[in-house]
């Protein structure tokens, strides 16, 4: 499978810890974009890198959250202290350069206790 | 800042009919994207269709087609023939010229009756 792969699926922890996920888009393509997903709710953006260049990050994104690219191949998204409210489907998307389609990953689905 | 609207949080349609899916936006740009994303229950999304604003030409994609009014700023999408397999959670989303994020509506449910 040459898709989006993010790891781990499913996580859950307690409230005050901290949490790393993983993306790993498809080969050459050097766009990548979280978004976060509630139930019922659709993808709000979080943040994307141009090869490992963070070109934006919204400010949903609060001092807790870091992402990387180093290598402008994967990417991790940590949580430093999370909230229950950190609870959600985080979607990890890539798309190739000058082209404005993007391909989501099955999304890690996080539960904070 | 750009926002999506979709007003229908749940829509119906029996096998082999047709259904339309509605979808408003705002946006103060002239040249942008708009797209229509699938998500089936505990399944990734995946892209059904896409327009380019300044194409006139509605998109079409076999039973996937789109009414496009740039001046209403409304982007609807309407399914031919509808399957049991097109069950599942419709996003409309909006995308700038940047290749940047794509910005989402709340999504419609679609049930699909055998």
């Known amino acids: 499978d040459t898709g989006v792969s993010q790891d781990p699926r499913h996580k859950i922890t307690k409230r005050g810890q901290n949490v790393t996920f993983r993306c790993d888009p498809i080969s050459e393509h050097n766009r990548l974009y979280w978004y976060r997903q509630t139930l019922g709710q659709g993808p709000e953006f979080l943040t994307y890198f141009q090869n490992e260049a963070q070109l934006e990050k919204s400010r949903l994104l609060s001092d807790r959250f870091s992402a990387e690219r180093p290598k402008g191949s994967f990417s991790t998204l940590e949580i430093q202290r999370t909230e229950q409210g950190d609870s959600a489907m985080y979607l990890c998307a890539s798309s190739p350069d000058r082209v404005n389609e993007q391909f989501f990953g099955p999304g890690t689905r996080l539960t904070v206790l | 800042a750009q926002t999506v609207t979709q007003s229908q949080p749940e829509m119906s349609v029996q096998e082999a009919e047709t259904v339309t899916l509605s979808c408003t936006y705002d946006t103060s740009e002239s040249d942008y994207y708009l797209f229509w994303y699938k998500q089936p229950p505990s399944r990734q999304m995946i892209l059904v269709i896409r327009q380019e604003a300044y194409k006139q030409q509605n998109a079409t994609e076999n039973r996937f087609s789109v009414n496009f009014q740039k001046a209403a700023k409304s982007f609807s999408l309407k399914i031919s023939d509808s399957q049991l397999g097109d069950a599942a959670m419709y996003f409309c989303?909006?995308?700038?010229?940047?290749?940047?994020?794509?910005?989402f509506g709340q999504g419609t449910i679609l049930t699909v009756h055998p």
């Open positions: 989303g909006y995308g700038g010229t940047s290749y940047g994020k794509l910005t």
